[in-house]
């Protein structure tokens, strides 16, 4: 099984809402698969095929009671507030807190074609919505405030310059939210 390089921030891919996947057949269960492969090799508890190049509304995850898939999701209800640490594969090392719902129910397909229901808090009701956003063509960065991205564009800008932008003494540092050595939600969140 191949494991695809992950998209980053720059890349027009991520910034385009991702079409419904019509037919369940061979290739979106291997697509499914090397994907799993992909996100545990990140490592990472979510992928989106936007992430991987693909404009197909399918993610993975795995918070850790085995991977799964879903297909063509969608978010019907949500409730409460809930602030933690986000980060998000294709803007490594980079993370914020971010407020979101704290309990959503996602409806979508799995792999059989069978519908499927789920009721998610917390964790997992921020993994789903982090990874709609990706197949709604929506990064992390949209979901900072004001200062929040200027800071993190700033960082991102000196991440794109080479190394002899600098002058002698000087590096490109930090500066946003802060930087770890996960791309990952709490350092266990990477999607």
């Not at 990472?44 to 799964?68: C, H, N, S, T």
């Not at 507030?81 to 309990?103: A, F, M, N, Q, T």
């Not at 004001?146 to 080479?162: E, F, H, I, N, S």
Request: with cysteine; charged share 25%; proline share 6%.
């Amino acid at each position: 099984m191949a494991i695809f390089p992950i998209r980053v921030f720059g890349d027009p891919v991520l910034r385009q809402r991702a079409a419904e996947v019509e037919d369940i057949d061979s290739r979106v269960v291997r697509l499914s698969e090397e994907m799993i492969e992909t996100m545990r090799d990140a490592p990472g508890v979510g992928l989106a095929a936007p992430q991987v190049g693909i404009e197909r509304r399918i993610f993975v995850y795995d918070v850790g009671d085995g991977p799964k898939t879903v297909i063509n999701p969608a978010v019907v209800e949500s409730s409460g507030e809930w602030e933690y640490e986000e980060g998000c594969l294709s803007v490594p090392d980079l993370h914020w807190p971010i407020i979101r719902p704290k309990e959503v129910h996602l409806v979508g397909i799995d792999l059989q074609g069978n519908d499927i229901s789920i009721e998610a808090d917390e964790l997992l009701a921020r993994v789903f919505q982090h990874e709609l956003d990706h197949l709604n063509g929506m990064l992390l960065l949209e979901r900072l405030d004001k200062d929040q991205r200027k800071q993190a564009m700033g960082v991102l800008r000196a991440r794109a310059l080479p190394d002899t932008a600098f002058p002698e003494g000087l590096s490109r540092g930090a500066g946003a939210g802060s930087e770890s050595s996960s791309g990952a939600i709490g350092s266990s969140l990477g999607a």
